[in-house]
């Protein structure tokens, strides 16, 4: 392999890789928070071109620990993509002390390279490392919040989140140690040679089963969710939305790595997914009917969808592995269309109340029909990504005969166009009353833009992205 060739395939990382080591010297001066964040839009930008740049690579790097493909790189794509429209949301990190606003660059550039290098790792000590770059960031930027009058929920929250996260990547830990001890190898090519004769034993199906809990905390399936909905309401609006979604694209993808070392016709694996589904499904959705904070609808929200993206992987085929990618990857959009009209409605960084949404539609207009785009396609409504993305699922479950978890898909489909709806009243159709106007500067305008036509584009045209997906699949 060529040093261009090698230069080529591994551009995304070297650019957000450089770009964290720039950023870590800006924060080491003074008066740097504008150069900063400059650096950091620059460093996003330029990372979502190398991604682009590098879809039609194929390599396998450090002596066959890192693969190089059409499936890593366009995750690399929409997990680069994600962080720009991270940062042009965030605005001025108005929550965020001053004093600290470049190393919160520096720490979210680290844990978005984290992921980039998680989708590419098909060797378990690299794929280990990977996940664990992409983690520590985040219990930083969850504390990193400033603290407000008699609040010290952002401590609360990183502890929690901190605590949570080094006991699944324990539990994670062990599994993984099974696997190796049965299979004498630390590549998931070489798992999935060797477990073949090996995999109905209860060994093989207890550290498959433990391997997957890392990546259920991850997504905040249940019963692996409790840290979800506080570590949503005590972290800044900016850090909850990173949290809310690019860290669920990586799970999802090192999860179709994972139960591809499951033969295709076993029953026990899938069983315990579907069970966990639709945990995750019932328990998110009923207690987000009751919610009255928006981060904390969300957080709830996102558990149920947790339980929506494992509905595919019942299937334990390309089909359902593709539906599972494509939702999860609409859902990046979706969310993120959540959490820019939070970030703009809050007053000085603060959470946002349900009935401060009173009166959007006249406050900012644009904001209001990107937050009811983005709850239209949360609920699952046509013709939007949330629509096609929960058909693709359902009938991959359907195809395997899985039955009563597509009822129970379609039951809480139902319940959750509840809450979501209930967003928009408050929006569309309750009185400004003496809430302010919100102006919005142009990139505001183009992020909003963006988000809604990524939501529709890709509800618009699935089979089309589906067709890519399912092409670039191949086992670990």
Same mark, same amino acid.
């Given at each position: 392999?060529?040093?261009?060739? =090698? ?61 190089? #493909? ?35 660059? =520096? ?61 699944? *990547? ?95 016709? #076993? ?17 998110? *959705? ?13 957080? =709830? ?15 334990? #085929? ?112 309750? #009185? ?45």
């Amino acid at each position: 392999m060529t040093f261009s060739s =090698f230069l080529l395939a591994f551009l995304p990382e070297l650019a957000l890789l450089v770009g964290a080591l720039v950023l870590f010297v800006i924060s080491l001066g003074e008066e740097r928070v504008d150069r900063a964040r400059s650096a950091a839009l620059l460093v996003a930008a330029a990372a979502a071109v190398a991604s682009a740049l590098g879809l039609g690579q194929q390599a396998l790097l450090f002596d066959g620990a890192y693969r190089i #493909d059409a499936f890593s790189q366009w995750l690399k794509l929409a997990l680069t993509v994600g962080f720009l429209l991270i940062l042009l949301a965030s605005r001025e990190l108005p929550d965020i002390r001053r004093d600290v606003k470049p190393e919160y660059y =520096f720490f979210l550039a680290l844990s978005v390279c984290g992921l980039v290098m998680l989708v590419s790792c098909v060797e378990v000590i690299t794929l280990v490392v990977a996940l664990e770059l992409s983690a520590f960031p985040l219990y930083f930027l969850v504390a990193m919040r400033r603290e407000r009058a008699g609040q010290r929920s952002q401590m609360e929250a990183a502890i929690k989140y901190i605590m949570f996260g080094i006991a699944a *990547n324990g539990i994670m830990l062990f599994g993984l140690s099974y696997l190796f001890g049965l299979t004498g190898t630390t590549s998931l090519q070489g798992m999935a040679a060797q477990l073949g004769p090996v995999l109905q034993s209860p060994l093989a199906m207890v550290g498959l089963g433990l391997t997957c809990v890392g990546l259920f905390y991850k997504l905040a399936v249940f019963p692996f969710h409790f840290w979800t909905p506080d570590v949503y309401q005590g972290a800044s609006n900016e850090t909850a939305s990173l949290v809310a979604s690019l860290p669920k694209v990586g799970a999802v993808a090192v999860l179709v790595r994972f139960t591809s070392l499951a033969a295709p016709d #076993d029953r026990t694996l899938p069983g315990l997914i579907a069970l966990l589904a639709g945990a995750s499904m019932f328990y998110g *959705n009923l207690i987000a009917l009751q919610q009255k904070d928006l981060k904390r609808l969300l957080g =709830f929200s996102g558990i149920a969808h947790a339980g929506y993206a494992l509905v595919g992987f019942v299937a334990l #085929d390309t089909a359902g592995y593709t539906a599972a990618l494509y939702y999860i990857v609409g859902y990046l959009f979706m969310v993120l269309a959540g959490f820019v009209v939070i970030s703009h409605v809050s007053r000085d960084g603060a959470n946002v109340a349900l009935e401060e949404l009173a009166g959007l539609h006249r406050r900012a207009p644009l904001l209001a029909l990107t937050l009811v785009v983005g709850m239209f396609a949360l609920a699952g409504l046509p013709p939007f990504v949330g629509f096609f993305g929960k058909l693709a699922l359902l009938k991959a479950a359907l195809a395997k005969g899985y039955l009563a978890l597509v009822i129970v898909t379609v039951i809480n489909a139902a319940i959750a166009v509840y809450y979501y709806l209930a967003v928009v009243r408050e929006a569309c159709f309750r #009185d400004p009353g003496d809430q302010r106007a919100i102006p919005l500067c142009w990139s505001a305008r183009t992020l909003c833009g963006l988000l809604i036509a990524g939501i529709l584009l890709l509800g618009v045209g699935p089979a089309r992205v589906l067709e890519t997906i399912a092409g670039s699949l191949s086992p670990p």
